[in-house]
């Protein structure tokens, strides 16, 4: 079965520091998503892409944040200064260009020390 | 303002019997419902889903009940087995939205051999 696969499976970094989190989406999904879950709360909803620009952002997805599908494959999520609050779970997603299953990778669990 | 919400946060089940996972919503746009099955340190993992034109969708051991009224949903497994312990999300999106898909809070669902 095809699948949403993730990098780093997890990351430590230092606070301020930029992170790149990078995800490949199964091979004709059209959508794409980022969620976060930190440690004891719900997944959250961060951003959504699509057609090579972001659709939908939530208050969570600040200046800080940004994202890139640069070569066609591999959708990425930029932290361009991280904070503390930043440590969770990120998980990219991706969807087929009709229906509404959002399919999930592994995640990427970032700690920001 | 939580949109979908999961009142339980835990659930504990004897191996065999049914277990009935609730889930509330508020918002009467949406028409499209999801539930999502997660472990530890994974990415949540789709497991039925049901249109608001439905009311009941089956696939397995695994049933969703909508009630459309009472802006209610809930999954039964039955069966219950000690790999379905996990955290189960129930989520929701909408026709004018197809770009996000609300999660609740979570059940942690543990099946007792």
């Known amino acids: 079965e095809p699948e949403v696969t993730q990098t780093p499976s997890h990351q430590v970094t230092q606070m301020g520091q930029e992170v790149i989190l990078r995800c490949v989406p199964i091979?004709?999904?059209?959508?794409f998503y980022w969620y976060r879950q930190i440690l004891g709360q719900k997944v959250e909803f961060l951003v959504s892409?699509?057609?090579?620009?972001?659709?939908?952002k939530s208050e969570i997805f600040d200046d800080q944040f940004s994202v890139e599908r640069p070569d066609g494959s591999n959708f990425t999520l930029k932290i361009r200064s991280t904070k503390l609050e930043d440590s969770a779970m990120y998980f990219c997603?991706?969807?087929?260009?009709?229906?509404?299953?959002?399919?999930f990778g592994e995640g990427s669990w970032l700690t920001v020390v | 303002d939580q949109q979908v919400k999961q009142n339980s946060p835990s659930l504990s089940v004897q191996e065999g019997r049914i277990s009935i996972l609730n889930c509330d919503y508020t918002?009467?746009?949406?028409?499209?419902f999801l539930w999502y099955k997660k472990y530890p340190a994974e990415g949540p993992t789709f497991l039925i889903s049901?249109?608001?034109?439905?009311d009941k969708n089956e696939d397995g051991r695994f049933t969703v009940f909508l009630n459309k009224s009472a802006k209610h949903l809930s999954l039964h497994i039955v069966p219950s087995q000690p790999g379905d312990s996990a955290v189960y999300f129930c989520?929701?999106?909408?026709?004018?939205?197809?770009?996000?898909?609300?999660f609740g809070p979570g059940t942690s669902l543990s099946v007792i051999p």
């Open positions: 892409f699509y057609n090579n620009e972001i659709s939908e």
């Open positions: 989520a929701a999106s909408m026709k004018t939205s197809y770009d996000k898909v609300i």
């Open positions: 997603a991706g969807q087929w260009i009709s229906g509404n299953t959002i399919y």
């Open positions: 918002n009467s746009m949406f028409d499209y």
């Open positions: 049901i249109s608001s034109i439905k």
């Open positions: 091979s004709n999904h059209l959508y």
